[in-house]
């Protein structure tokens, strides 16, 4: 069973930076998209990342050319550098794995780290 361990979150000022990382454990971690996902209270639960195995990324428009996906494929990692945060980027944090076989989603979901922008 895939188990997804987060930390790194807290309290920041705007303008500052944080970085959240994800260990992966229980399962083949190169048969997993890896992701960072954000809810903040009253929104819908909103894709931040992913990262493929391979290393290509995607990222949601609001943090682009502020945030970093990388994984590590050896220590079964994935971080996600925040730089330039700002109020809305406060939400829980949450890493995720999928897996598809077969058009058949598998996802998994660590237990949400928060980060709070404020000043």
């Known amino acids: 069973q895939v188990q997804l361990v987060e930390s790194g979150g807290g309290l920041v000022q705007p303008g500052g930076s944080l970085r959240l990382s994800c260990a992966f454990s229980g399962s083949i971690f190169s048969m997993y998209t890896m992701g960072w996902y954000r809810q903040a209270p009253g929104k819908q639960r909103e894709l931040v990342a992913v990262i493929t195995f391979g290393g290509s990324t995607n990222y949601v428009d609001s943090v682009k050319g502020r945030f970093t996906i990388s994984r590590d494929n050896v220590a079964k990692t994935v971080d996600l550098q925040m730089n330039s945060l700002n109020l809305e980027d406060t939400s829980v944090y949450y890493c995720?794995?999928?897996?598809?076989?077969?058009?058949?989603?598998?996802?998994?979901w660590g237990q949400g780290t928060q980060v709070t922008v404020s000043s």
């Open positions: 995720n794995a999928r897996k598809v076989i077969s058009a058949i989603k598998n996802d998994y």
